[in-house]
């Protein structure tokens, strides 16, 4: 199959084109930063210098290059910005299915996120809403924005939604030398009520190259294992090397911190090699 991905220099994506290309798929990566390409499987790609904001050159090289499915990998994390990202979200989703549709591609797979669903007291399926009635401006930022990006990406005929839990390994915020292992460091993550459904970053890609075979849907990518941060912190911690945080921290949960299922995923065949963040702080960090 011809795809085309965006997104395909980031810390997930490279690792999904890593394994498109195991899969014998052929593959063009729109990377804003060429240069950024893996050398690994530069010779093995079409690489297009482009913006995903740019409508135009979207629209070129998808003309281009004729493909028959779309992987959409973009984020804008590397400053922290919520807002950033969700313009990312919104905008360059939005040029890609234009250009889609302009060419007659009919199927795409999107990075979504687990953790967007409306408040309850047990993990989300993905027939709980998205939480559209929130009154937190943060989080409706985030809400709405993925809930703009999911509805244009419907527009295609066949659309794969990722919703991806908490990455953690190698190169992501949860490695040894990342943000939240500093800031574990630093004592600045509360061991609270909150619950978190986690996918290590390499199981995460094995689920975006097998969702190019699965049926049109959202699918919740997470391990087994959804744990509140007083249960799943401790271990983080030493296995970053942190100090142990003081737990009984007196909190309410986010509502909305529920956690997610992945019966969905597992059914299609999908076996992540860490079924729990148990096992993947302790091995799949670094």
């Not at 790609?45 to 493909?67: F, I, K, S, T, Y």
């Not at 909305?256 to 729990?276: C, E, I, Q, V, Y």
Request: with cysteine; charged share 20%; net charge negative.
């Amino acid at each position: 199959m011809k795809i085309f991905v965006a997104g395909g220099t980031g810390v997930l994506g490279r690792r999904v084109v890593t394994g498109l290309l195991e899969a014998g798929h052929a593959v063009t990566v729109l990377a804003r930063t060429p240069s950024r390409i893996d050398p690994a499987f530069v010779q093995h790609v079409d690489v297009v210098a482009g913006d995903a904001l740019d409508a135009e050159r979207v629209r070129a090289a998808l003309a281009e290059h004729q493909p028959d499915l779309l992987m959409n990998q973009l984020t804008d994390l590397a400053a922290g910005s919520r807002a950033a990202n969700a313009h990312l979200r919104i905008h360059a989703t939005r040029n890609l299915v234009d250009a889609a549709l302009a060419v007659g591609t009919e199927r795409i797979v999107i990075q979504s996120i687990a953790w967007c669903y409306e408040p309850g007291d047990i993990p989300a399926g993905e027939a709980v809403a998205l939480d559209l009635a929130s009154l937190d401006p943060t989080r409706r930022e985030t809400v709405d924005a993925v809930t703009a990006m999911e509805r244009c990406a419907a527009e295609l005929e066949h659309c794969v939604v990722l919703r991806n839990g908490t990455l953690y390994g190698p190169d992501t915020w949860y490695a040894p030398t990342g943000l939240m292992a500093d800031s574990a460091r630093a004592g600045g993550i509360a061991p609270g009520p909150d619950v978190t459904s986690f996918v290590q970053i390499d199981d995460a890609a094995a689920a975006a190259v097998a969702a190019v075979g699965w049926p049109s849907g959202a699918v919740n990518v997470v391990d087994d294992e959804p744990a509140a941060a007083s249960v799943w912190l401790p271990e983080f911690c030493a296995a970053v090397g942190a100090p142990s945080p003081a737990l009984g921290v007196d909190a309410e949960a986010q509502p909305w911190a529920r956690g997610a299922l992945n019966g969905l995923a597992r059914s299609r065949g999908w076996t992540p090699r860490f079924a729990s963040w148990r096992q993947g702080f302790a091995q799949g960090l670094g």
